[in-house]
């Protein structure tokens, strides 16, 4: 091993050199070396600056093929000694590996994984040789061989016809269905550790000017929101040229791959209209057709992205994971801020107030554009003809403002008078006999999902009826006929009460869209994620905006998530309708014949970075039955991978007579201790809103409770799955999966005897409970527990899962109440409540931030709860919505937010207080 002395460094010379060293154009290997997360995490522990920039002056002399020279080290890594490196520098050691990596070719790369004392690095080696373990022999052998230039050891490579394979066993199935169901488990996984510990899931980020610039810049303990590489599947479909179509379960890194993607469209711009550096030569486009195409294409333009998504939570973490994306596209400087969103934009971020509500002039600065659907809609509506809004009376009267920025009224009016799925079931599906049998949610998903889809307005109730007749329909034509009447008496009240649906603003976009032209920018390039939340219609409005219907789609979207949120969805839908609706239309009188092998790829991503095996199996079980009884409700995708093992989910047996929660938290159980809570990132989950009621009666605020539909889209380290099916409205029916484990061979045939045969129409419900199921499952990171108060309406579930052995039974008692509880500091609640005030989620927010003592964030989350409550009952009690909008309005101005504040007092019509709020904002929007 080389001993490296800091005092080269001490003659380094100027800073600028150091600079020029690292932004260096001769170094063409840069590329090819890569830091561990936590590397940089110890990294930013050294207390010495020179001993840092020393550090890193050798790493990049390593990165342009110079070698420190080797010495025999006492140090026990012998199998892999050849591909494990490491050379230290005052009593620390950094440790560094040969790795091969799949781009364009495969080739060597460095992955840097620490700095570490002596004492420390054994710990390091001995979890490199798990890792290395799982590798075939002919990797290993090909990171050993060694390519010299001169005395330089420079990247080999391979081209990419070899097919160098990673893993020794990683394609075996978790489970294999076909053989019965059981508990086969064929894989050998990478490593056993803890999801957030992993070596196999650790992110690694390139050797850049951006990164070097993080390491000095002293950000210790910050979150790291660079770029970072991702592995051969998700890279493929980066690198895939053409319209595509993403498919995935959650957390297997779809929004990763459309946010990278739509970086390196923006890279190749740059490139393109900026000429090359030899090093981007060599490293970001292998390939120079494609240079010279982006230099064809968009050398005097600029170039347009689009990225949309339901969720504005989501659009606020792309916009976070691009800001440094794009520092880093504009010529490699050094930035010293971080991300530029910051945590106070929020409220700003959420209304999209910086992006006029329409296509024409946008500012340059926007793009890429990263908004919500619901943005999406409105910018279209700004863009072709005369508004949708201009039809109500009530707008008629507002006053006169510049469509590209509505009026304050007209905001108000759009966010209080839209018909979604909440104020649906509360206030329109009043038909009781029907919703004695179908709930409203799964009215409303009819309603918007197969009755107000035509492009020229709602199919015909005929035609509607007709679906029964389809071996798929879970309805039946009664039924169908009742959803139908409630829809005439929905259609009847919504234009009663001024109000409308997004169906109503889709099908009307889509009629003036049909025949008069979208004015403003068209797009190169449009990103839709989370598409499972969209209707086929409103999928379709896509195709307006950009005319690049061969490379400018990219679709991402995980069908299992589907909880009756008006959407009911198929991926092979949407498919075909970009074939019929995109390819045909855009192109059918160009060229008629090459089309039909223009359907593009759908690429599935399967390796879970979220959890690890033992919550994916058990989430595994609920697709499997899922796709035995309703095999056309959704996609089915192949099992998903993780390369962590994991415990399973653990069953928590209730002692004497009572709920596991009482005995866990210490209602009134035998557990003496009284546990001190959950920290912020575990949750209870319950089915509603009465049993999260009724839990939090019991322990107050010990923890942080969800119901299922509230916890899409958000994660936690631990789950607690309460009562699911004590409270699940299919009751004793859950015996109906005997008939599943009978088929599989796991079940004796007597238990059929008592179980009722399964009925697509009888079990409807069943397919959107094993949706809610899924989802609450995997929201799990690390432990998940199930606590159920009735034995037997989860015997049959029970019985399913033990006799796969995919769960654990574990009496409530003191060791485990004591293990369960994990604490977190009040930076971690703080954290927390800003991720779910963003989701809305006031409530549990406002719990988050009295346990991170944030007095200004609690107001905060208590004034847009009030405003948000006021939008909700605004159509049905007035005086009650005006009392807490003033409540909401005088609280934002108690804590500094005049914007929020000017909005209500508008609202209000109280103009004059507003008028000398907005004066007082430092954006001009409003005045
Ligand atoms: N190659 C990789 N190495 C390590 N971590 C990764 C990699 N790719 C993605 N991740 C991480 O995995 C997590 C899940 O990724 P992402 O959010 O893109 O998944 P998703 O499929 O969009 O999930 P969801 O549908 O729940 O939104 C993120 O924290 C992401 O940073």
Redesign the pocket.
């Known amino acids: 091993m080389e001993e490296c002395s800091s005092s080269t460094k001490r003659a380094a010379g100027p800073e600028d050199e150091f600079t020029r060293l690292v932004l260096s154009d001769d170094n063409l290997y840069r590329k090819q070396v890569f830091f561990s997360y936590n590397f940089i995490n110890s990294f930013g522990k050294l207390t010495s600056y020179h001993l840092k920039k020393f550090v890193i002056k050798i790493l990049l002399k390593i990165s342009t093929g110079w070698r420190p020279k080797r010495r025999r080290v006492n140090l026990k890594c012998e199998i892999f000694s050849q591909i494990v490196k490491q050379f230290k520098v005052e009593g620390y050691y950094v440790v560094y590996t040969i790795d091969i990596m799949k781009e364009f070719h495969y080739e060597q790369v460095l992955k840097v994984w620490d700095i570490l004392p002596l004492e420390e690095i054994q710990k390091l080696f001995v979890r490199l040789d798990t890792i290395f373990n799982s590798y075939t022999e002919d990797f290993i052998n090909r990171c050993k061989v060694k390519c010299l230039d001169g005395n330089l050891e420079v990247p080999m490579s391979w081209p990419i016809s070899h097919d160098i394979v990673r893993y020794k066993n990683i394609n075996n199935a978790i489970f294999d269905s076909d053989s019965g169901g059981c508990e086969v488990d064929h894989r050998s996984y990478v490593e056993n550790s803890k999801v957030n510990e992993s070596f196999s899931?650790?992110?690694f980020y390139s050797l850049s000017a951006g990164i070097v610039n993080h390491l000095l810049s002293d950000q210790e303990g910050k979150e790291l929101d660079l770029p970072?590489?991702?592995?051969d599947q998700?890279r493929e479909i980066i690198l895939f040229p053409k319209s595509s179509f993403i498919l995935?379960r959650?957390?297997?890194?779809?929004?990763?791959?459309l946010t990278m993607k739509l970086h390196r469209k923006i890279e190749q711009y740059r490139i393109a209209s900026n000429g090359l550096s030899s090093e981007e030569r060599g490293m970001s486009l292998s390939n120079s057709a494609d240079v010279s195409q982006y230099v064809g294409e968009f050398k005097e333009n600029m170039l347009h992205q689009l990225f949309v998504t339901v969720n504005p939570k989501l659009c606020f973490a792309v916009k976070q994971h691009l800001s440094p994306l794009k520092s880093f596209a504009s010529g490699g400087q050094f930035y010293a801020d971080k991300s530029s969103y910051d945590m106070d934009d929020i409220d700003e971020m959420a209304q999209f107030h910086d992006i006029p509500d329409t296509f024409v002039g946008i500012h340059c600065d926007k793009y890429p554009l990263v908004i919500t659907f619901h943005k999406f809609l409105m910018m279209l509506d700004g863009s072709v003809g005369n508004s949708y809004f201009e039809r109500f009376h009530c707008v008629r009267g507002f006053p006169q403002v510049k469509r590209s920025t509505r009026s304050v009224s007209l905001q108000t009016f759009i966010r209080t008078k839209e018909v979604n799925h909440d104020r649906f079931c509360f206030f329109y599906c009043i038909n009781e006999k029907l919703t004695k049998c179908l709930d409203p949610s799964r009215v409303f998903v009819e309603i918007m999902s197969h009755i107000k889809v035509g492009l020229q307005g709602e199919v015909s109730r005929e035609d509607y009826v007709s679906l029964s007749d389809r071996w798929v329909s879970t309805l039946s034509a009664q039924e169908r006929n009742a959803i139908y009447d409630v829809f005439k008496d929905y259609e009847k009240m919504k234009t009663k009460h001024c109000e409308f649906d997004l169906a109503d603003l889709v099908m009307n976009l889509h009629f003036r869209l049909n025949n008069e032209n979208l004015q403003g920018e068209k797009m190169d390039f449009v990103y839709v994620d989370e598409v499972q939340d969209l209707t086929t219609t409103q999928i379709s409005l896509f195709r307006y905006i950009c005319k690049n219907v061969d490379e400018g789609f990219v679709f991402s979207g995980?069908t299992a998530?589907t909880i009756a949120k008006g959407v009911d969805f198929r991926f092979e839908d949407v498919r075909s309708l970009f074939y019929n609706e995109f390819v045909m239309k855009s192109k059918k009188f160009r060229f008629p014949r090459r089309e039909k092998g223009l359907l593009s790829d759908i690429f599935i991503?399967s390796q879970n970075?979220?959890t690890h095996s033992g919550v994916l199996k058990l989430a595994q079980s609920v697709i499997d039955l899922l796709s035995h009884f309703f095999p056309q409700s959704f996609d089915v995708l192949p099992p998903e991978t993780s390369f962590v093992n994991g415990e399973p989910p653990i069953v928590i047996e209730p002692g004497s007579n009572e709920n596991a929660i009482i005995t866990v938290f210490g209602g009134s159980g035998n557990v003496e201790t009284k546990m001190v809570g959950f920290g912020a990132e575990q949750v209870i989950l319950v089915r509603d809103d009465s049993v999260k009621k009724e839990i939090s009666n019991y322990i107050g605020h010990q923890a942080l409770i969800l119901t299922i539909v509230e916890c899409k889209?958000l994660e936690f380290q631990d789950v607690l799955l309460f009562n699911f099916f004590g409270s699940s409205p299919l009751r004793t029916q859950w015996r109906v999966v005997y008939e599943f484990l009978k088929e599989k061979d796991l079940v004796h045939s007597s238990y059929l005897n008592s179980s009722p045969s399964f009925s697509q129409l009888r079990h409807s419900v069943l397919c959107s409970e094993l949706k809610q199921l899924y989802v609450a499952i995997t929201r799990t990171k690390q432990r998940l527990w199930i606590s159920e108060t009735s034995e037997e309406l989860f015997k049959p579930m029970f019985d399913y899962w033990k006799r796969l052995g995919l769960i654990q039974l574990r009496k409530v008692d003191d060791s485990l109440a004591k293990a369960m509880p994990r604490a977190s500091s009040p930076e971690e609640w703080k954290s927390q409540g800003i991720k779910l005030f963003w989701e809305k989620k006031y409530e549990i927010a406002i719990t988050c931030f009295e346990r991170a003592g944030e007095k200004m964030w609690k107001r905060w989350a208590k004034a847009a709860q009030l405003r948000a409550a006021s939008d909700q009952l605004s159509g049905s009690n007035s005086i009650a919505a005006r009392i807490r909008l003033r409540e909401a309005a005088e609280m934002f101005h108690s804590i500094g937010k005049a914007d929020s504040a000017a909005e209500c007092f508008c609202d209000l019509n109280e103009h004059e207080r507003a008028g000398a709020l907005w004066l007082q904002c430092p954006s001009e929007k409003h005045k």
């Open positions: 899931l650790m992110k970072f590489e991702v592995n998700e995935g959650s957390g297997t890194g779809k929004t990763t791959v995980d998530q991503l970075f979220r889209g």
